[in-house]
């Protein structure tokens, strides 16, 4: 009578597992078990590869900057955020920005620019780095550059990056901040550059 009851629980239990590895399976009626780990076993590289890869973008910021402004970047005349005043940054570059409370330390008119470089020092390729600015590129005309140009980047903000050749991935003309603001560990960053005005908030 008991192996009759194991056998009916086992049976049950084994009925409840193919149920549930076919519902898990979605509409790809084809895939096994054995696929379906596999399937999420690669989400998951994918996801812990992109993680990574945020960081190590950024990681080689300097965070702090010396205060110094490029030759020719001029004051915003009217800025949504005054020196001195507090804003909330609501985007991140490195671990430790998002939700912050930054103290504004300048602000400037300029364009903005995201870019992909392969940094001076060997280093590995840099994707989508925010933000260098207009005037932070060897001979810059008047006008903006456009996606996809090619420019000799005269910034210092990572390690490789002064000297490097990068390609433009996204321009914006916008006022740009420089910050204080502290992490987490209770270090205070000082004179962080670039912030872009639609990366901040009012408290």
């Keep these: 009578m008991i192996v009759k009851k194991n ?31 596999e399937h999420m076993k690669e989400n998951m590289d994918r996801m812990d590869e992109s993680d990574s890869m945020e960081g190590m973008d950024h990681s080689g910021m300097d965070m702090s900057g010396s205060g110094e402004i490029p030759e020719g970047l001029e004051e915003a005349e009217n800025p949504t955020f005054e020196v001195g005043d507090t804003a909330i940054i609501t985007e991140a570059h490195m671990e430790g920005m998002e939700g912050a409370e930054a103290t504004i330390v300048g602000a400037y008119d300029t364009v903005a620019y995201s870019i992909s470089y392969d940094p001076t020092n060997g280093g590995e390729r840099v994707e989508d780095h925010k933000w260098i600015i207009h005037e932070e ?29 990068a390609t433009i991935d996204s321009v914006e003309e916008t006022t740009v901040y420089m910050i204080d603001f502290p992490l987490e560990s209770g270090e205070e960053v000082t004179n962080h550059k670039w912030v872009t005005e639609s990366e901040l908030s009012a408290e």
């Design 137 to 165: 590129i060897t001979d810059a005309p008047g006008e903006p550059y456009v996606e996809g140009d090619e420019v000799q980047v005269e910034a210092d903000h990572m390690e490789g990056m002064d000297g490097a050749t």
């Design 7 to 37: 056998k009916f629980l086992m049976g049950a239990l084994a009925f409840t597992l193919s149920a549930t590895l076919v519902a898990c399976g979605g509409n790809d009626d084809e895939m096994g078990s054995g696929d379906m780990n």
